[in-house]
């Protein structure tokens, strides 16, 4: 059975089952580092971990410092990994 949404009981966690969930979520990161979509740029993907679906990427900077160009790189190449008869798309949203 499905909790209800302002059920927060299954959200709170105890400092040591949030570590535990940390650590496995680094491990998993770490054991599928090859998955995922690169950003495209050799030395930014030096850096990043690989973006997966369904994250939510943000990039902040100050102005005029091609913030809205970067994002659109990053969405076409997640673009690049959807295969046309995919029903999956890429939402970019802007709060310019």
Known sequence: MKKKSDDVTGIIY?????????????????????????????DVDKILVPLR???LVTV??????????FMDWIGLEALKTIPLESNKFVLKVTWE
Do not use: C, Q
Request: aromatic share 8%; glycine share 14%; hydrophobic share 30%.
């Open 53 to 55: 679906g369904g994250w």
């Open 60 to 69: 902040i900077g100050y102005t005029s410092n091609l913030k809205s160009t």
């Open 14 to 42: 105890r400092p040591e089952d949030a570590g535990n969930l940390a650590v496995d979520f680094v491990r998993d990161l770490h054991n599928h580092r090859n998955d995922g979509i690169k950003i495209g740029l050799p």
